[in-house]
């Protein structure tokens, strides 16, 4: 019976796996700073990430900008969800990238206010700031420097986000089939963004728990996009 669940558990995996393949997507356990070296150059066409809010984690945004410069195509972008008080470290460890600082898009809050209380202020939005590799972004169209965020369909832990904003940028700086890379993914709320566009999509994801949950996710929606198809 153990050798029966066992083989079981190992065809659910493959089956996953094969699905995942098919659908052009590819998810990776590790630190990103040693994962995005394998990815070949010139390959990306938008990163867009959602880094940890701790200040040990702000040396990383150099190490971060390099690999972006190197993988993005020409065009390509670097989206990266900022808290108000890392701005200035962000832009400093950024400034030798190679990237060229685009633009500003506000993602407003759809919960209570933030109090910073350090700041005697009252924070309504977040930032996703826009870098790009080269003189002009890929972009298609306009895009809309704020987007309203939303409460995700189904909140799996305290981090989990809607694909709201994932979407409103992906849509914009992608086209179909174009390859999406979240090196800081998590639980996979950027795959999923992608998924729904149909962009094919790399993830890397060093905490084992977190890229099995992506992985269960991930293969849900893309199941139950074949059967409505």
């Known amino acids: ?30 630190e990103f700073i040693e994962k995005c070296k394998d990815i070949p150059a010139n390959s990306i066409s938008l990163i867009y990430i959602d880094p940890p809010i701790h200040r040990w984690w ?36 950024m400034k030798n990238s190679g990237l060229k600082y685009w633009w500003e898009i506000v993602r407003k809050y759809n919960s209570p206010s933030a109090k910073i209380l350090s700041k005697n202020v009252i924070a309504n939005y977040k930032r996703l700031l826009w870098f790009v590799k080269g003189q002009k972004p890929k972009i298609s169209g306009f895009i809309n420097d704020s987007v309203e965020s939303k409460e995700p369909d189904i909140p799996i832990n305290r981090w989990t986000q809607s694909t709201v904003e994932a979407e409103h940028v992906i849509s914009k700086l992608t086209v179909q089939n174009d390859v999406v890379l979240d090196c800081l993914m998590g639980i996979g709320t950027t795959a999923i963004a992608a998924i729904k566009l149909k962009r094919r999509f790399i993830g890397i994801e060093k905490d084992a728990d977190m890229l099995a949950t992506a992985r269960h996710r991930i293969s849900t929606i893309i199941s139950s996009d074949q059967v409505r198809r």
């Open 1 to 30: 019976m153990k050798m029966d669940k066992a083989y079981r558990q190992l065809e659910n995996q493959n089956k996953r796996q094969d699905l995942l393949s098919n659908a052009g997507i590819q998810l990776i356990e590790g």
């Open 58 to 93: 702000l040396p990383l945004y150099g190490p971060l900008g390099e690999l972006a410069f190197i993988v993005l195509e020409e065009g390509g972008g670097l989206v990266i969800n900022a808290e108000y008080y890392t701005l200035p470290q962000i832009f400093d460890y």
